[in-house]
């Protein structure tokens, strides 16, 4: 009689012996009542894993674990991010051609242009994201007012959109790279067909440059307003009319005390 | 391309319920293999399409799985065990309560005992599928699978008292 190893007996459980060789097996196990019986507990240990994780692979797959959406994802960020890095380079192009024309005490494009370009990049970076997207929900709404407001050392309100149909995902700190030491807070919301908006918030001290402006970035629009307190970027794919009049709301509910200015486009 | 995201489609099952068994979390399970799916599509034009899709799928997401496991470690945060397994139905003729002590026991092996186990009785691979996946010789997978085999029998009673198995 062959001896049947422990690896034999587990193949034999596995499926994985063919014909003879699970004859041979069939026949030892007739003569080994104690194998047969060990054999029969691991085989219940089996088929108990099986039960355990099996039903998993039956259950519906979440929308968010579709290979064929990810990777429209996939291919919609990599273009995105390509045409619009070659459209910050533009808008940094603008800031520096405006800067030189106009000859300020400094070389570095103007600073509201930088912080257009930093509203720009920081919208790129983020509407891409789905679970990381804003760093603290929407659903939070004191604690965003009250961390922001004293991150940026100036009173901030979380403007409601609700009425021009976008809701509000939530927000997140971030350095403004334009102003040392700069922070700024970056609001982030969508409309009902998913289509975000994003607005970079900083305080305006020390920022000198039009009370309003446009600049068209590619697919996106950006819009820029600054009050006595607080810059404003606003950007998203809306037409500058749409951004025009979330800027008129974005205004009224940030800085109540001031009318909107009208704005002009570069 | 659409045959390279169909056939990533027919594995997102076996994927989930491998990850499933391995994080015993839903969230984390999906997470990982979310995060597989999209290693898989960045990096298609570095695979074969001759080669098979499955092996290649459950090598990345085994090593995510070991990559994440090692930066909980280092953080010193790490899963909570005792807190319910997000398992699904279980086929009625077990018990749920060896179910969960199985499940739990399960969860105890060493990683590369558990990874090793539940490619060859969950996902049904044979040994040479499962040891190209692990990056092991045949006969290092043979021990493994031996020892969690035996791990599993003693913390879960059976060992010393086969008479309680119940019938099937």
């Known amino acids: 009689m062959m001896d049947v190893t422990r690896d034999t007996m587990m193949a034999y459980l596995d499926g994985q012996l063919d014909g003879d060789a699970r004859a041979a097996v069939d026949a030892w196990l007739a003569e080994n009542p104690d194998s047969a019986i060990e054999l029969a507990q691991l085989q219940r240990q089996n088929e108990a894993i099986n039960a355990l994780f099996g039903p998993v692979a039956i259950e519906p797959v979440p929308p968010r674990l579709n290979p064929h959406r990810l990777a429209l994802a996939h291919s919609r960020r990599r273009w995105q991010s390509a045409a619009r890095a070659a459209v910050i380079v533009g808008v940094l192009g603008i800031g520096i051609a405006a800067g030189w024309l106009l000859r300020p005490v400094t070389d570095t494009p103007a600073l509201y242009n930088r912080l257009i370009a930093d509203a720009v990049s920081a919208h790129t970076v983020f509407v891409a994201e789905n679970r990381h997207?804003?760093?603290?929900?929407?659903?939070?709404?004191?604690?965003?007012?009250?961390?922001?407001?004293?991150?940026?050392?100036?009173?901030?309100?979380?403007?409601?959109?609700?009425?021009?149909?976008?809701?509000?995902?939530?927000?997140?700190l971030l350095p403004a790279p334009a102003i040392p030491g700069g922070r700024a807070a970056q609001l982030m919301y969508e409309d009902s067909a998913g289509e975000r908006v994003t607005l970079y918030i900083t305080p305006s001290a020390g920022i000198d440059g039009p009370n309003l402006e446009l600049v068209r970035m590619g697919s996106d629009n950006a819009l820029y307003w600054a009050s006595a307190t607080i810059t404003c970027t606003i950007v998203g794919p809306q037409s500058a009319e749409t951004l025009q009049a979330l800027a008129d709301s974005v205004f009224a509910q940030l800085t109540p005390a001031a009318t909107a200015p009208a704005y002009r486009e570069l | 391309m659409v045959d390279f995201l169909d056939e990533l489609e027919a594995c997102v099952p076996a994927l989930r319920r491998y990850a499933r068994a391995l994080t015993r979390n839903i969230d984390h399970a999906d997470d990982l293999v979310q995060d597989c799916l999209e290693r898989a599509i960045s990096r298609r034009g570095l695979f074969r399409p001759s080669g098979p899709m499955r092996p290649w799928l459950f090598t990345i997401l085994v090593n995510l799985h070991r990559n994440a496991r090692r930066t909980e470690l280092r953080r010193g945060t790490h899963l909570d065990a005792d807190s319910l397994p997000d398992l699904g139905t279980p086929a009625p003729q077990h018990s749920h309560l060896a179910l969960a002590e199985l499940s739990r026991a399960i969860d105890g092996l060493p990683l590369e005992q558990k990874e090793t186990l539940l490619l060859v009785t969950l996902e049904g691979m044979a040994y040479a599928e499962a040891a190209g996946i692990l990056d092991i010789p045949l006969g290092t997978l043979m021990s493994r699978l031996g020892r969690a085999r035996a791990n599993l029998r003693l913390s879960t009673g059976e060992a010393q008292e086969p008479h309680l198995r119940s019938v099937k």
């Open chain 1, 133 to 172: 997207a804003v760093e603290v929900a929407g659903t939070e709404t004191d604690h965003l007012t009250s961390w922001l407001s004293n991150r940026l050392g100036t009173g901030l309100a979380m403007p409601d959109l609700a009425t021009a149909g976008l809701s509000f995902l939530g927000g997140r």
